[in-house]
């Protein structure tokens, strides 16, 4: 459903009666007639129809009115109607009246806006504020209210901070729409953003990317439940379901547990922790190796796959999907084969609760056709059928206990708490020793930065994974993604980034520290002196990498390879040639490898039917391993 049906008029002029009859959102039946879910005098605003993410909890969809305040009291009692008449109005006009210079927001953003506004308000009660318009002159002191969390009493992030002093900010700008609004700047001469402290020049993401040892040991477990236990777990399931063929209550358990027993399983509750863990494997294995937010993750149906071959000859495999960020519309991401492999398993998983949501459709479908239209109940099993019927074919379909126990797509939320087990149940630790606290949010920067690795020659983990990521990635979009589908722009700016970044940390370690180089030492000699002297070193830094191009051999750093100079990229397999060459960094983090070449060189000098030629090359190799490793242990 769109929101173009919904009415548009300004807010300033309805009468009272029209607008409490106001419809906020709107849904088709089946019978092809529109449906009010909420009218603008309702108490709550849902709006599902128009936010699709199946990954939001359905509370996240809506507005409820019913928010608490001082002394146990709700916006929604009489004594605040003056103060909700306001919220309301202010809330709605940044849809049906967006501020100038801003496009209309989506619903789910609608909802983030009156989020923000919740401090604000239980702040306005406390200080026994009913209007905007008697904020004037006293916003100032909701700077350092907004700051607190009411949760944890503790300073919020800089972001939500500035998002909450905004909302001030924007109920002036609507001022000429609103009956009640404030009608002068709430800080003049200043900003929401600077009054946070919140800078954008120069400003790193604050998401953090998992740790690569951590990501190894993550990847490993869920690599293996993927490619080893899925067909013994899904296996053991279709057997207990045959066994268990309708039984219910204690009949059931008595069948289920001896005979998850006889399956390998400590019990039935055993069983269903490692069916759990599997559909957790294969969440992780998806993000991690696409990149996709959580929502796009949670969006995938069943045969999402699909596959293509470009000109030379390198088979792609695309994973089909949504992106929600900027509009809902079709995608599709280029992905390695273990994503395949993790879709497929959850293809299999998901049959049975394909099954169920197929009854519940049917019955949501009967049950709709005996109740009395525009009734509330025929609302509600209208929002069940609809949702549903959306669900039918999603890839991550569970049951939602508090939702009495109906078949839907499992919620982000969810998904959170789940990956937050995985890791203390396999102890997955971070850096500081403790279990990781992994969240959705943090694969797409993780994959980025490993995509970023594989480009630039340094995929020392996960390498047989990344299959084609040691091409320019951007390459292989070009060959297949955009005839059809648009590019994840994000997705690749960030890889741009995580390249960017990785660079800089290579020169930044070389240039900052006396670390002993077996090449490059002349070349970075003067930069190195410069550095120590300069007033922005960190500038400084980015400038050198942002002029050069850094390409990984494994052995080394080069940076002539970009550049069409230096040996043209013959390095790769023959790592002597750069240790002489002025376009090579050889540094401690390739010291692993040039021991290995030198007990190669070793074992290949021990054979006895080596030629001439061939001993020589191996004597010149080894001669020059044997430098590089003495440089590069020298203190």
Not at 497 to 520: H, I
């Amino acid at each position: 459903m769109t929101v173009s049906n919904i009415s548009l008029r300004p807010i300033r002029e309805l009468q009272f009666h029209e607008k409490a009859q106001l419809p906020v959102s709107l849904v088709r039946g089946d019978d092809g007639q529109e449906i009010i879910v909420s009218r603008y005098a309702d108490d709550i605003w849902d709006f599902w129809p128009y936010i699709p993410q199946g990954n939001r909890k359905l509370s996240s969809k809506s507005i409820d009115w019913h928010v608490n305040l001082e002394h146990g009291t709700k916006l929604t009692d009489p004594e605040h109607a003056a103060l909700l008449a306001g919220a309301k109005d202010f809330i709605w006009s940044l849809f049906n009246e967006p501020i100038e210079g801003r496009q209309r927001p989506f619903m789910g953003t609608i909802v983030g806006h009156f989020i923000s506004l919740i401090p604000l308000l239980r702040w306005m009660v406390t200080r026994n504020i009913r209007h905007f318009r008697d904020l004037r002159g006293k916003a100032i002191e909701y700077v350092s209210v907004a700051r607190i969390s009411e949760k944890t009493g503790k300073p919020v992030a800089t972001g939500w901070h500035a998002r909450r002093l905004m909302t001030l900010e924007d109920i002036y700008l609507q001022r000429e729409k609103l009956a009640d609004a404030l009608d002068e700047h709430p800080w003049p001469d200043e900003s929401a953003s600077a009054l946070a402290g919140e800078t954008f020049k120069g400003r790193s993401t604050k998401t953090p990317r998992i740790p690569e040892q951590t990501v190894r040991h993550l990847a490993r477990i869920a690599v293996d439940y993927v490619d080893q236990q899925a067909t013994r777990l899904l296996d053991a399931r279709d057997t207990i379901a045959h066994e268990v063929n309708g039984a219910s209550g204690y009949l059931a358990t008595n069948i289920r547990i001896p005979l998850a027993r006889d399956l390998g399983f400590d019990g039935s509750r055993d069983f269903s922790n490692e069916l759990a863990l599997l559909r957790d494997a294969c969440y992780i294995v998806i993000a991690m190796f696409s990149g996709i937010r959580d929502s796009e993750t949670l969006s995938l149906n069943h045969s999402c796959i699909s596959h293509s071959t470009t000109d030379d000859g390198i088979d792609l495999t695309w994973l089909h999907g949504t992106i929600y960020k900027t509009g809902q519309r079709a995608h599709k991401w280029l992905v390695p084969p273990v994503v395949e492999a993790a879709v497929r398993v959850m293809e299999r998983y998901r049959l049975p609760f394909a099954s169920e949501i197929e009854r519940q459709i049917a019955e949501f479908e009967r049950r709709v056709a005996m109740t009395i239209p525009h009734s509330h109940a025929h609302k509600m099993l209208v929002k069940c059928l609809q949702i549903a019927r959306r669900d039918r074919n999603s890839l991550f379909l569970g049951t939602t206990p508090h939702r009495g126990h109906t078949t839907n797509v499992v919620s982000g939320a969810l998904i959170n708490r789940r990956l937050k087990h995985f890791c203390e149940h396999f102890g997955i630790l971070g850096e500081n020793g403790k279990p990781w606290l992994l969240c959705t949010h943090q694969f797409r920067r993780t994959y980025a930065y490993f995509v970023a690795s594989a480009e630039l020659g340094d995929l020392h983990y996960l390498r047989e994974h990344f299959g084609h990521w040691s091409i320019d990635m951007t390459l292989l979009y070009a060959d297949g993604a955009t005839d059809e589908f648009n590019t994840d722009s994000d997705l690749l700016l960030e890889i741009l980034r995580s390249k960017a970044e990785k660079q800089e940390d290579v020169f930044r370690n070389y240039l900052l520290t006396d670390l002993p180089l077996a090449n490059g030492d002349i070349m970075l000699s003067d930069l190195r002196r410069t550095i120590k002297t300069a007033r922005n070193k960190d500038e400084l830094i980015k400038q050198v990498s942002d002029g050069v191009t850094l390409n990984g051999t494994g052995h080394s750093w080069c940076i002539g390879n970009a550049k069409g100079t230096g040996c043209g990229g013959l390095c790769v397999f023959e790592a002597d040639m750069c240790v002489d060459c002025s376009y090579g960094m050889i540094g401690p983090e390739h010291l692993s490898v040039w021991k290995e070449i030198s007990r190669q060189q070793q074992e290949a000098l021990a054979m006895p039917d080596m030629g001439i030629s061939g001993k020589a090359r191996s004597e010149r190799i080894l001669a020059k391993a044997n430098n590089v490793i003495a440089k590069l242990e020298a203190t």
